[in-house]
């Protein structure tokens, strides 16, 4: 890299400040200085020299507007609801993580779509029976997966389900960019993309656009054996018309990471319904190296005067 | 393909017969009758005048020695076993099913990996409990998987693995020609070829030369943190040794699929050794399309007089 006088400083604040920090000291980034403060009241004392901070949403929101000198904020999630709070400044540039989910995201559905299509679980509980069960299993070949929302995350699900030998459908707002999708559906299609669809994965953000998007409406143009999988936001599904669906059997099961409310309230009925397999928004947990290694292409960027990587668009919320 | 006066008589005998009958007539092979026998006894009496004979080893070992005009076997299996009972006739030319469970052993072998990875049951079970659990989960990339044989299976399995970021050690006789093996080891380098790996995965076939392979010392070479996976033959592993290191936890788990004794019998400790996911050789069970297409390629080859694909040498007994 070229030498700069440029210098900057560096707020960090995550659940992985050491890790960043390791990794970040190892690249000698030239004229950074680092800060890692231990919690939000140490990061307004330490901080307030700081012209770039890099963390989870949920703790810059708790000091962006009480550090002025902050011009850039490197999210280390995908999802960045908590900075679009109507009260906090929005002066600054926002660059969120994409492109580092993928592979994690796509272990998570492959699992269970493997999971479902071996009957990894159902063989199991047989085994506790002692029962040697010879049923073949089914192959996730020449199934149709359809993505709702073809970002980066839903790019990486299209690739991995076309090494499985699936077909895909895509739905999306207006790019059509990813090699891997078969065809492509715009709003106005829904009920033609979800037509014959086996699974139903969603991977949209949680905008003023998604909201609800999965209503009853939409789960009825859903084959009866399809399976739903939420992996985006949870304000994007109508969790009762789901419920609904699920308990008189109008879909085949769901696969869910996000709810309208997280932690999901202990007497939800979705933790009953038939066929429903719960995570706790744990599809994709941050992977720092990668992570980390985004705020080095984007800090390489900025001493280059080029535009940053995935800046957010506060107006779209996304 | 060019009209041959060539006339050929077919023993379809699988319990897929009509769905292979069915496949077949619409290649329009030239010169091709078929007869497809509702049993073993029935195979006798029409299978009198038929050169060519398609189907289950456990059937075809029936019946072969009463069918002296019978001069080619394609089995709709892998492993051809049966047909190496030395009071069997050996005097015909015998192709196994190679190269059609790849993609279905792929789907076996990831989707338990992924399962472990992603703590799918552990997850399901803490879900009954109504627990919301946030343990995050661990990832596939980076891990070192460990191929016992690199046949097709092994190659196929391999390309998954690396799709999936890991690394792969090959262990095999002789051939190196698998691209997606990242280092190779031949007999002799047992311990280098385990020590270090993640999930060892034995594709290896039952024949006199693997029998046992996969014993206390073997075991020993492994990690503690290691998962084996059979997908082979039973008779590769040592079942005492292999019970012994599971329940004293000197490995981490095991998902098997074959025996030393099909069914498992009830009484069997494996039924019940910690963290032991037993299936009921389903692994890959006959994807009809898949070994069609093989029979059509081979009798095309038959009729054009070139060699046939995938021959079983009967001495090496693979």
Request: net charge negative.
């Given at each position: 890299?070229?030498?700069?006088?440029?210098?900057?400083?560096?707020?960090?604040?995550?659940?992985?400040?050491?890790?960043?920090?390791?990794?970040?000291?190892?690249?000698?980034?030239?004229?950074l200085?680092?800060?890692?403060?231990?919690?939000?009241?140490?990061?307004?004392?330490f901080?307030a020299?700081?012209?770039?901070?890099?963390?989870?949403?949920?703790?810059?929101?708790k000091?962006?507007?009480?550090?002025?000198?902050?011009?850039?904020?490197?999210?280390?999630?995908?999802?960045?609801?908590?900075l679009?709070?109507?009260d906090?400044?929005?002066d600054y540039?926002l660059t969120n993580?994409?492109?580092v989910y993928?592979?994690?995201?796509?272990?998570?559905?492959f699992?269970y779509?493997?999971?479902?299509?071996?009957?990894?679980?159902?063989?199991?509980?047989?085994?506790?029976?002692v029962?040697?069960?010879e049923?073949?299993?089914?192959?996730?070949?020449?199934?149709l997966?359809?993505?709702?929302?073809?970002?980066?995350?839903?790019?990486c699900?299209?690739?991995?389900?076309?090494?499985?030998?699936?077909?895909?459908?895509?739905?999306?707002?207006?790019s059509?960019?990813?090699?891997?999708?078969?065809?492509?559906?715009?709003?106005?299609?829904?009920?033609?993309?979800?037509?014959?669809?086996?699974?139903?994965v969603c991977?949209?953000?949680?905008?003023?656009?998604?909201?609800?998007?999965?209503?009853?409406?939409?789960?009825?143009?859903?084959?009866?054996t399809?399976?739903?999988?939420?992996?985006?936001?949870?304000s994007?599904?109508?969790?009762?018309a789901?419920?609904?669906?699920?308990?008189?059997?109008?879909?085949?099961?769901?696969?869910?990471?996000?709810?309208?409310?997280?932690?999901?309230a202990?007497?939800?009925?979705?933790?009953q319904?038939?066929?429903?397999?719960?995570?706790?928004h744990?599809?994709a947990t941050?992977?720092?190296?990668?992570?980390?290694?985004?705020?080095?292409?984007?800090y390489?960027?900025?001493?280059?005067?080029?535009?940053?990587?995935?800046q957010?668009?506060f107006?779209?919320?996304?």
């Amino acid at each position: 890299m070229v030498p700069t006088d440029e210098t900057h400083t560096l707020l960090i604040l995550s659940r992985d400040s050491d890790v960043y920090l390791q990794i970040l000291s190892q690249a000698m980034l030239p004229g950074l200085s680092i800060v890692t403060p231990e919690d939000v009241e140490k990061a307004l004392w330490f901080g307030a020299d700081c012209d770039l901070l890099f963390g989870e949403p949920s703790l810059v929101s708790k000091v962006i507007n009480y550090l002025p000198m902050v011009r850039w904020v490197q999210s280390t999630w995908a999802g960045v609801e908590p900075l679009f709070s109507p009260d906090l400044r929005r002066d600054y540039i926002l660059t969120n993580a994409r492109n580092v989910y993928g592979s994690l995201m796509s272990e998570y559905v492959f699992g269970y779509l493997l999971s479902i299509e071996r009957r990894i679980l159902t063989r199991w509980v047989l085994q506790q029976q002692v029962v040697w069960d010879e049923t073949p299993s089914s192959t996730l070949r020449g199934k149709l997966l359809g993505l709702l929302g073809v970002g980066t995350i839903g790019d990486c699900l299209a690739k991995t389900a076309h090494y499985f030998g699936m077909s895909v459908n895509g739905y999306t707002r207006q790019s059509e960019s990813c090699p891997y999708i078969d065809r492509y559906f715009h709003p106005g299609d829904l009920r033609d993309f979800a037509s014959g669809l086996d699974y139903l994965v969603c991977t949209l953000p949680g905008t003023p656009n998604t909201s609800q998007l999965i209503d009853e409406t939409f789960l009825s143009y859903l084959p009866q054996t399809a399976w739903l999988l939420n992996v985006g936001r949870g304000s994007v599904v109508d969790e009762s018309a789901l419920v609904a669906a699920l308990s008189q059997g109008r879909l085949a099961g769901a696969v869910l990471d996000v709810f309208m409310e997280e932690p999901l309230a202990s007497g939800h009925p979705l933790w009953q319904t038939p066929n429903t397999f719960i995570t706790a928004h744990t599809a994709a947990t941050n992977y720092p190296p990668d992570i980390a290694g985004l705020f080095i292409e984007n800090y390489k960027r900025l001493v280059r005067s080029e535009p940053l990587l995935y800046q957010v668009d506060f107006n779209e919320q996304y």
